[in-house]
């Protein structure tokens, strides 16, 4: 974990030490759309899972040909979630799933541009990879209701993907061994990724800043045994607006 800390504070050193005289400072947030994407050995259709979010953070444009071409490094905070309720054999109690993803983003891209109306309206177009650092990644299930013996639940289970560690809030240990079955207690994910994509955006009024852009992982996210057997790589849409100064 701590070279990958050291590898993000590197990246936003550079992203602030880059600023000078030819680049242009954003600030920006938008949405997000991210897939899990599994594919196991024996299984002739992959598991797809969709988690919805925003980003948010700072650029730099650093022109190298003008404003016709430039480098546009960043600096982003990822946050991923779904929720969805688990049905069981437990007819009288209620469980709620909470997946949530976040990230440190580092996107290096080069960017292309064109002035539509000088002045006004820029059309623009930018690829290049963005490095992910995972922050966490984990399954809550919030279980309430009562049981068989009418007795009332009401606690929490959370299974963290990096550490395969689980903890349980207000409940019993038994009461935790019934229900952690529940989580993918065999799923181990790596906290590194890197991700190639591009996109298009419109700067207006040299001010505001729109864009889309897509990003496919290249590292297979899971770690240890499941590395045999299978590949869950994650891809993701974004669409926002950004503030330039």
């Known amino acids: 974990m701590g070279k990958y800390i050291r590898?993000?504070?590197?990246a936003a050193f550079m992203v602030i030490a880059?600023?000078?005289?030819?680049?242009?400072?954003?600030?920006?947030?938008g949405y997000m759309l991210s897939t899990n994407r599994t594919r196991l050995e024996g299984v002739d259709k992959p598991s797809n899972m969709s988690t919805n979010g925003f980003y948010a953070g700072v650029y730099y444009?650093?022109?190298?040909?003008?404003?016709?071409?430039?480098?546009?490094?960043?600096?982003?905070?990822?946050?991923?979630?779904?929720?969805?309720?688990?049905?069981?054999?437990?007819?009288?109690?209620?469980?709620t799933n909470t997946y949530t993803d976040n990230f440190i983003a580092v996107p290096l891209h080069l960017k292309g541009a064109i002035n539509?109306?000088?002045?006004?309206?820029?059309?623009y177009v930018f690829a290049g990879p963005t490095f992910e650092i995972g922050l966490s990644a984990s399954d809550k299930l919030?279980?309430?209701?009562?049981?068989s013996l009418d007795n009332a639940i009401d606690g929490k289970i959370t299974y963290n993907y990096y550490t395969q560690k689980v903890k349980a809030a207000s409940l019993t240990d038994a009461q935790?061994?019934?229900?952690?079955?529940?989580?993918?207690?065999?799923?181990?994910?790596?906290?590194?990724?890197?991700?190639?994509?591009?996109?298009?955006g419109l700067e207006i009024v040299k001010?505001?800043?729109?864009?889309?852009?897509?990003?496919?992982?290249?590292?297979?996210?899971?770690k240890g045994d499941f590395v045999d057997i299978g590949k869950l790589n994650r891809d993701q849409f974004y669409v926002g607006l950004a503030v330039r100064f």
């Open 7 to 10: 590898l993000v504070l590197a």
């Open 18 to 29: 880059c600023g000078n005289a030819f680049a242009q400072f954003g600030v920006g947030a």
């Open 61 to 95: 444009d650093m022109n190298i040909i003008g404003d016709a071409l430039s480098v546009r490094p960043g600096l982003y905070y990822q946050h991923l979630m779904k929720v969805n309720e688990i049905k069981s054999s437990f007819s009288n109690v209620k469980i």
């Open 116 to 123: 539509v109306l000088p002045g006004i309206l820029k059309l």
């Open 142 to 147: 919030a279980i309430k209701g009562n049981t």
């Open 176 to 200: 935790a061994g019934v229900y952690d079955d529940f989580l993918p207690s065999e799923s181990h994910y790596r906290r590194f990724d890197v991700m190639i994509g591009g996109g298009a």
């Open 207 to 222: 001010f505001i800043d729109f864009k889309v852009g897509y990003d496919y992982g290249l590292v297979n996210r899971f």
